[in-house]
């Protein structure tokens, strides 16, 4: 079992940069995959970004790839997005999320695969 909570979320101008960290607590393996998501208003969960624990591999949306970079820092326990030339369609509520037992070579991007989950925190980049 592991306790996921995000920080980093805020306002920014659109252009701006933002590093979200979620903070991983409990056991943690090589084997995890930690992702982020997020949810804009009015639409549904989507995937964003994901990572090996092990960081032999990661996965990106379309929509951020060039722009986001996801790091985990095994030292630390955390898993990072830094988000970088933001637009205002990025505005959302991101939360982390763990899959303890992914399944196939690819890294999960559906919301079912993750077992575990963050609270959230609020991105807001204004025109």
């Known amino acids: 079992q592991v306790q996921l909570v995000e920080s980093g979320g805020g306002l920014v101008q659109a252009g701006g940069s933002l590093r979200l960290s979620c903070l991983v607590s409990?056991?943690?393996?090589?084997?995890?995959?930690m992702g982020w998501f997020r949810r804009p208003p009015g639409k549904e969960r989507e995937f964003v970004a994901a990572?090996?624990?092990?960081?032999?591999?990661?996965n990106y949306a379309d929509s951020v790839k060039g722009r986001f970079t996801i790091s985990r820092d095994n030292a630390k326990n955390t898993v990072d997005l830094q988000m970088n030339s933001l637009k205002p369609e990025d505005t959302a509520a991101y939360y982390c999320a763990a899959d303890l037992d992914p399944r196939g070579v690819a890294i999960p991007t559906r919301i079912w695969s993750y077992d575990y989950w963050g609270q959230g925190t609020q991105v807001t980049v204004s025109s």
């Open positions: 409990g056991q943690t393996s090589s084997k995890y995959v």
């Open positions: 990572i090996r624990w092990s960081g032999s591999s990661t």
